[in-house]
């Protein structure tokens, strides 16, 4: 099995490498941060540096070869951002990353999504996995609803390509700059 993982160079990205590393699987890692690549090189990844807002197919293409399995670790996360900004990086490239990833074969595609799409300032319990505020908290928890609907689109359109979304909450381990250091203050 190979595996691409995306947004390799941010913390969450760079622990799926070491995870799959650790267990013997090829990896390919994609990031911006060149520096933080060498590193990934050196866990046995092989690194495509890519910002994959500014992706075209060919280079996709080569990136996606030999692929079994895409980790969609890629986001931007900023509280602050333009609309624009977000859709580019959260929607669009979701959306063309999946449209290739059916294109040139790849079995399962793992989008890792966000829980804040939920927040609406209001406090919920048994809250459905479908429900949506009538207005997001933000433009990440609005993209990443949208990169949702990109998802649930090319799922249905594509069933020989297995699509998962994950929402996981409280990211932490040992490449975490946010949550832990946080918390000890």
Not at 85 to 110: I, M, P, Q
Not at 148 to 163: C, D, M, S
Request: with cysteine; glycine share 8%.
């Amino acid at each position: 099995m190979k595996v691409l993982v995306t947004g390799a160079t941010s913390g969450l990205g760079r622990n799926a490498v070491e995870y799959l590393r650790n267990k013997g699987i090829s990896v390919r890692a994609t990031g911006r941060n060149e520096a933080m690549g060498k590193l990934l090189s050196k866990m046995g990844a092989e690194f495509i540096p890519a910002d994959l807002t500014e992706l075209v197919s060919s280079q996709a293409k080569v990136m996606l070869a030999g692929i079994d399995t895409l980790w969609h670790c890629s986001s931007f996360t900023s509280p602050w951002g333009t609309q624009q900004a977000f859709d580019l990086a959260n929607v669009r490239a979701t959306r063309r990353l999946g449209e290739w990833s059916v294109a040139w074969g790849v079995r399962n595609f793992v989008h890792i999504s966000s829980p804040s799409l939920y927040f609406d300032y209001h406090h919920h319990r048994d809250i459905q996995e479908d429900f949506r505020p009538h207005r997001f908290a933000n433009e990440f928890a609005r993209s990443k609803a949208a990169s949702e609907e990109v998802i649930n689109l090319l799922a249905q359109a594509n069933p020989h390509t297995r699509f998962t979304i994950l929402r996981p909450q409280s990211l932490f381990g040992p490449h975490d700059k946010v949550f832990i250091p946080g918390w000890r203050k």
